[in-house]
């Protein structure tokens, strides 16, 4: 039986490469968004792959949005924790409500989203997660207090929950990519992108494939040892 995949912020940039990547070697695939309902018709029509709105950073609705999948689909034994925004600012403008959407988005769309699933994979004896931090969370980065301090936050959590999952084969891995080519990156002001590019090794924006690929990997079946991890996948830019 083909194993279920939920990859939230499915619908664009690294998580419909993932997600595509995912339905392409058999995985059953299910494509979570928020706010981007236009976006999410374009990738089902091209794809054919199920989307499903909710907001991670709502406990209740990822309670009610993961029941409502594995009744459609089935148990989610893969949960890719994609979904994620900017509000970047310094500090000394950043407002709260930019520290707590990223804070909430960012890490807590993780707690929310494997509190609602890690039942079910504890009693399965099965589970594959993967969090998709960033670079920015080993590195810093200027303008992200908030950014960097949730992603960072996201390595920590995936840590801790690696050591809960591992009796249980359930195992939990993060993702750190560098500067890639999606709508986030692109939205960063044309001079200082140019100036990050710069920065980076390979001379380039990664291609969302490239993130991709890792996440396919991790949630192989036969990737059973590794849990705990942080794959940097970002062009040399920092070597942690
Ligand atoms: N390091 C040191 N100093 C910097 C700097 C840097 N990286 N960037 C800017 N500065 C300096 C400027 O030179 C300027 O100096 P002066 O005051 O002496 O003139 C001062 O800081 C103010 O800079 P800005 O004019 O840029 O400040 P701003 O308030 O207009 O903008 C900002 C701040 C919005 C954070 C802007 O700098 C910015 O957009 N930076 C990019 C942040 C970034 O990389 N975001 C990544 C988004 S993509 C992503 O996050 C995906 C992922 O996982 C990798």
Not at 22 to 31: E, F, K, N, S, W
Not at 62 to 78: I, L
């Amino acid at each position: 039986m083909a194993r279920t995949a939920l990859v939230t912020g499915g619908v664009s940039g690294i998580g419909a490469a993932t997600a595509k990547m995912l339905r392409d070697a058999g995985y059953t695939v299910i494509a979570n968004f928020f706010g981007n309902a236009d976006e999410a018709d374009s990738f089902h029509a091209a794809t054919g792959i199920p989307a499903r709105e909710w907001n991670v950073a709502d406990y209740e609705a990822c309670r009610k949005g993961v029941e409502a999948v594995e009744r459609e689909f089935g148990p989610v034994d893969v949960l890719v924790n994609n979904a994620g925004i900017t509000r970047d600012s310094t500090l000394h403008k950043m407002t709260p409500e930019q520290w707590r959407e990223v804070i909430d988005v960012d890490l807590g769309g993780c707690f929310n989203m494997c509190r609602s699933v890690i039942e079910g994979m504890r009693e399965r004896r099965f589970g594959r997660i993967v969090n998709i931090s960033s670079v920015n969370g080993l590195s810093g980065q200027f303008g992200q207090t908030n950014y960097a301090a949730a992603k960072a936050g996201v390595i920590g959590f995936t840590k801790a929950l690696a050591l809960e999952g591992a009796s249980r084969n359930i195992t939990v891995n993060a993702i750190a990519p560098g500067y890639t080519d999606t709508g986030m990156v692109q939205a960063v002001p044309e001079k200082t992108l140019e100036a990050i590019v710069t920065g980076v090794p390979v001379g380039r924006l990664g291609e969302p494939d490239e993130i991709a690929r890792g996440v396919l990997f991790l949630v192989d079946d036969k990737s059973a040892f590794i849990t705990g991890a942080t794959l940097s996948i970002n062009g040399g830019k920092y070597l942690a």
